[in-house]
């Protein structure tokens, strides 16, 4: 897990209660500890029979507390550690969340530190239910999630599945990967990017010979995965729409699938109609198949000439749209080239008319198609080139959408007056 911005340095109240489903949040404990947040736990009774609060401290290196009577370690804004906890935390997240404490924080009872802590509590709460789906369903846990939500308390799950018990059914708890979604989507709501439009495209496109062969190209789609993760952790309205690829959509996400160049067009054209910002990460094809035979082409003894037409040029009638709508405000395009790469990029800029791509040589080890990791140059209309060192798509997604907040606050049009990217600028936008 590597750090995460929305994450760095929030204080996070880790509550865990009694459920099986504890040992599941010890890999949430660390995942957020590891993405740089300040993770304290806080774990009633019955969680303690679950899982040892030593797994807890070992995971977070911070003292774990499961008493209302005891005394709070330094760091506290005061000695009485419910009331030092309550007042320091970011955001609460009580994950697992059992009915027994669900019916407490509902009737305001406070009989031991997670309870009596979350009454004190300003900030805001998520919790994360897990519990048999008979109780779940029980009219009495139902009444108590629903005034906790009238009262703007977070849910996130439960969903169905397999149980602890064996049995099937609606109760079980998601997993730490979602939960530490929709702590990004609360922690990243009031960001830089707040009541913002943003639409991603990913991954690739298939353009169909016959009913079971296309040509297609190897993008993963995780590049603009990691983009949409960046702008809803800064506070944006996200539609991402995506080519075929097996990646969990980021919780929060409007997800749209698409699986040609043309699809991917309409749904472009009608999604940004509204936008402020389009990140077209994308590999469109650009030709296809000039038929797509209704059934399977059957092997022959000769060979078989394939003739390909172009397909609409996404960029150039999201451009010619933005003429008209001014929308979207900010467009950034993606530059996948295999020689002459800064040359390539820019003339695309200029063609399409981006305020900014990102040029990525798919031939350098490690970069572009199917890896973790990709190096890039952002280049602006303006002449800039900030190049980036390798680093994880992630990473380079922050970048970008440093740079398109950047953007947003300063462009009163979609050109700025000519100006060089110096070195300092260049060195402080890179990532440390
Ligand atoms: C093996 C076992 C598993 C349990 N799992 C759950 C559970 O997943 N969800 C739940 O609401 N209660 C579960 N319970 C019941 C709670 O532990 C019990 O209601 C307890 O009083 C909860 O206390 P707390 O809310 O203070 O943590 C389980 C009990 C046992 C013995």
Same mark, same amino acid.
């Given at each position: ?265 309409? +749904? %472009?054209? @009608? *999604? =940004?109609?509204?936008?402020? #910002?389009? /990140?077209?990460?994308? !590999?469109?094809?650009?030709? &296809? $198949? ?104 992630? +990473? %380079?997604? @922050? *970048? =970008?959408?440093?740079?398109? #907040?950047? /953007?947003?606050?300063? !462009?009163?049009?979609?050109? &700025? $007056? ?15």
């Amino acid at each position: 897990m590597e750090p995460i911005g929305v994450l760095q340095g929030r204080k996070i109240l880790l509550g865990v209660t009694g459920g099986i489903a504890a040992y599941k949040i010890c890999t949430l404990a660390s995942h957020l500890t590891q993405a740089g947040a300040e993770v304290d736990v806080v774990m009633t009774e019955a969680a303690t029979r679950f899982v040892a609060p030593l797994t807890f401290q070992a995971l977070t290196g911070r003292p774990v507390y499961t008493d209302l009577w005891s005394t709070p370690g330094p760091g506290l804004p005061t000695h009485i550690a419910h009331v030092g906890l309550a007042h320091s935390a970011d955001l609460v997240v009580i994950a697992p969340a059992t009915a027994n404490t669900l019916a407490k924080l509902t009737h305001g009872l406070a009989d031991n530190l997670l309870t009596t802590l979350a009454l004190a509590a300003t900030c805001p709460m998520l919790a994360v239910p897990a519990m048999d789906a008979g109780m779940w369903s029980n009219p009495a846990t139902q009444a108590n999630v629903e005034t906790l939500r009238a009262r703007g308390v977070h849910f996130a799950g439960p969903t169905r599945g397999r149980m602890a018990s064996g049995l099937e059914g609606e109760g079980r708890m998601i997993e730490p990967e979602e939960i530490l979604g929709h702590i990004r989507l609360i922690l990243g709501r009031n960001g830089p990017l707040a009541g913002r439009r943003v639409v991603v495209t990913a991954g690739p496109t298939r353009e169909f010979l016959d009913p079971v062969r296309f040509l297609s190209n190897p993008s993963s789609g995780c590049q603009g995965f990691a983009l949409a993760q960046a702008a809803l952790d800064r506070g944006a309205r996200v539609t991402l729409i995506a080519g075929p690829t097996h990646l969990p959509t980021p919780v929060g996400v409007e997800r749209v699938d698409v699986v040609s160049a043309q699809e991917m067009h309409d +749904a %472009v054209l @009608e *999604a =940004v109609a509204e936008a402020d #910002v389009l /990140l077209m990460a994308a !590999a469109v094809a650009d030709y &296809r $198949p000039e038929k797509t035979a209704p059934q399977k082409i059957k092997k022959g003894e000769r060979d078989l000439t394939l003739h390909l037409t172009r397909t609409p040029d996404v960029l150039a009638a999201v451009a010619e749209q933005r003429t008209e709508t001014g929308h979207p405000r900010v467009v950034v395009g993606f530059a996948a080239e295999s020689q002459d790469l800064i040359e390539n990029a820019r003339a695309k800029m200029e063609a399409k008319g981006m305020d900014l791509i990102v040029a990525n040589d798919v031939t350098a080890p490690d970069a572009g198609f199917g890896v973790e990791t990709n190096q890039v140059v952002i280049l602006d209309p303006q002449g800039g080139a900030q190049e980036l060192p390798l680093m994880s798509k992630s +990473a %380079v997604a @922050e *970048a =970008v959408l440093d740079r398109v #907040v950047d /953007l947003l606050s300063t !462009a009163t049009s979609s050109r &700025r $007056p000519a100006q060089k990217t110096t070195e300092t600028q260049r060195a402080q936008r890179s990532p440390k």
